[in-house]
């Protein structure tokens, strides 16, 4: 079973902090391209955040400056770094897998998904 598991989330208030972590299975992690997707209800997944196999990473206009996304490749981890949060932050967070090296925006181009973690901005 390779599907990703994620953790962290939590219900924060504006302005606050929050780490999102993810283990993801896979012999191939170190190779492969993660990111952070999220949605809210009634919406489209969207996504936030990538990193390629080198640890270049690229970020929506929405979380630049406020999010990080980092990997540790001995734990086979992918985190979000989240600070600075808003209440339009709100939304279940999805780690994804790519099997390739380049990152990618698109949903159809992560094969493999966890389940989702909760967080919640309050105002």
């Known amino acids: 079973q390779e599907q990703p598991v994620e953790s962290g989330g939590a219900m924060v208030q504006t302005g606050g902090s929050l780490t999102l972590s993810c283990i993801v299975p896979?012999?191939?992690?170190?190779?492969?391209?993660l990111a952070w997707f999220r949605q809210t209800p009634g919406k489209q997944r969207v996504w936030v955040a990538s990193?390629?196999?080198?640890?270049?990473?690229t970020y929506t206009d929405a979380v630049k400056g406020r999010f990080t996304i980092s990997r540790d490749n001995a734990k086979n981890e992918v985190y979000l770094q989240m600070n600075s949060l808003k209440p339009e932050d709100t939304a279940v967070y999805y780690c994804?897998?790519?099997?390739?090296?380049?990152?990618?925006?698109?949903?159809?181009?992560?094969?493999?998904w966890g389940q989702g973690t909760q967080v919640t901005v309050s105002s």
């Open positions: 896979g012999p191939t992690f170190s190779r492969n391209a």
């Open positions: 990193i390629k196999d080198n640890g270049d990473s």
């Open positions: 994804a897998r790519r099997t390739t090296p380049s990152e990618s925006t698109r949903i159809n181009e992560y094969p493999f």
